[in-house]
């Protein structure tokens, strides 16, 4: 039975999505990772409390915003408003939508981030029934990463399997094995995230270790769940022959027997300025499959199925 007094904390709800597991899905968005990469195409996910995002295309630069503040979390600097998420309530607390967000004439500030019950999401997920059945599809949780909010995340998937509706993770793996292995129960299919092989590296391009990560990888092949590893390859931090060669190593330790390459693209940058963060890969170009030819060799070479 569905508790209508546990709430998740969601960014967003994609319908038709075809990117994300077999069929056509619906993908829920999870906020909060304990990853902090710094190529992250969705910044807004990484902290789990709301946020409020500034558009300055569409801001007015009245300072509505700023005198409407209660907290003082916001803040104009030359011309540019800065939201201290720290000090923010957030909208919902200071306000049903937030007192800056309702003010603004120029509706340059939008919240990131809702609170929503199993009951929410599923009636959206059910709408598209039909087309999860005629395709093979199903829903997928994202973030973000899900396993940050496991009781919440589990009661929804119980829910999905409860009308036969095929349940898939993107997932960065880094979580207590005891959290790791009660969500997989309920799932179909992991997309698993692998950022580096090295866990000096890994460290210091994410924030934590991936021993966390390969090991639940490996308990999750081990207990015959369809796992796909999912390599995002990026410029200057992942992408040498070397760094192939390593990949190899650490897939074969968990009995991977395929990779899915993600080349690195631009998609997430505007979001950093609305977020007022600097993004670090502002002037690196994207990848396309052709660049990563010789790299996905290596995977093939050691008999990996190394698909983009």
Known sequence: MMSEKNFGMIFNIQKFSINDGPGIRTVVF????????????NPESQEPRLQIL????????????????????VKNFDGEIKINHKVC??????????????????HALKPEGERKTVAEIMKIVLQDL????????????????ATMQPEFAIELLKALKAEKIHTAIETTGFTSPAIFERVTKY???LLFDI?????????????VSNIPILRNMK???????????RLPVIPGCNDSIDDAKGFVRRLNEVGAKRVQLLPFHQFGQNKYGMLGRDYEFADVKGLHPEDLEDFRKIFLAAGLDAFF
């Not at 500034?54 to 979390?73: F, G, I, R, Y």
Request: aromatic share 8%; proline share 5%.
């Open 187 to 189: 799932l179909d299919l």
């Open 54 to 73: 500034w558009d300055e295309k569409k801001c007015l630069h009245c300072n509505t915003c700023v005198m409407s503040c209660p907290t003082l979390a």
């Open 195 to 207: 950022k580096h092989w090295d866990e000096e590296k890994h460290k210091e391009k994410t924030g």
């Open 219 to 229: 308990y999750a092949i081990d207990i015959g769940k369809e796992v796909l590893p």
């Open 130 to 145: 039909p087309f999860y059945e005629e395709s093979g599809g199903g829903v997928t949780l994202s973030g973000g990463e």
């Open 89 to 106: 309530s957030g909208a919902g607390v200071c306000s049903e939508r937030g007192i800056c967000i309702e003010r603004c004439p120029g």
């Open 30 to 41: 999870f906020k909060g990772c304990p990853l902090k990469c710094t190529w992250c195409a």
